[in-house]
């Protein structure tokens, strides 16, 4: 019986070398796979602007603060991601605002490795609103309106007719008004979650 057992003996550290060996290689893959869900923040790398960009134009953007796991940094700041424009609507006549969208697509670390990833943007770019600014110019300008012909008639009458012309001026101004364009300034730092697990290079950083 015991000359049976003597030769498990003998494998049982190898046995648990193996085991370790294991538990190392699963522990160091989990550290650089980076889930579904992980929020990474990138910084703009160059201005984006509807009337300027146009659908499938690239660019890129990097890592604003470095991601962590286990206490480690996997992905550090300046990591460069590759985005692509997919949708580029100019600022149109009748107050309709522009619409920028964009999709990043890739990771990049040196010259040799291109990483796909999967990810929706969270940040939301508005166009700059000035709608507040042009209810405020048509308020203004039946007010302007009234002023002058007040001026002009000296009475209640001339108020009310002054009124009337700015305030059909300036609801024409408005209907000519052109919209807002949408401007993503260099350097501004937005906001993606990965759609799915991101497998890093494992590199001395």
């Known amino acids: 019986m015991k000359r049976a057992i003597a030769p498990f003996k003998r494998l049982f550290p190898l046995v648990l070398i193996f085991a370790s060996t294991g ?4 522990q160091r893959d989990s550290l650089y796979r980076l889930p579904a869900g992980t929020k990474i923040k990138l910084k703009l790398g160059a201005e ?3 009337g300027v960009s146009s659908v499938g134009d690239t660019f890129i953007a990097t890592v604003a603060e470095p991601v962590r796991r286990e206490g480690e940094i ?10 692509r424009i997919t949708v580029a609507e100019k600022a149109k006549i009748g107050g309709r605002d522009g619409e920028l969208k964009f999709a990043i697509e890739h990771m990049l670390v040196g010259e ?4 796909s990833v999967s990810a929706k943007v969270l940040t939301r770019f508005n166009a700059d609103s000035t709608r507040l600014l042009r209810v405020a110019s048509i308020a203004g300008g039946t007010a302007v309106g009234a002023l002058i012909g007040y001026a002009a008639a000296g009475d ?7 009124a009337g012309i700015g305030a059909g001026l300036s609801t024409g101004t408005a209907v000519l008004q052109r919209g807002n364009e949408v401007r993503i300034k260099k350097d501004q730092t937005f906001l993606i979650e990965l759609k799915e697990d991101l497998i890093l290079p494992v590199l001395d950083y």
């Open 23 to 26: 538990c190392l290689y699963a």
């Open 48 to 50: 984006l602007k509807t």
């Open 74 to 83: 996997v992905l550090p700041e300046g990591t460069a991601f590759e985005g």
């Open 112 to 115: 040799d490795i291109r990483r």
């Open 156 to 162: 209640a009458n001339g108020a009310i007719i002054g």
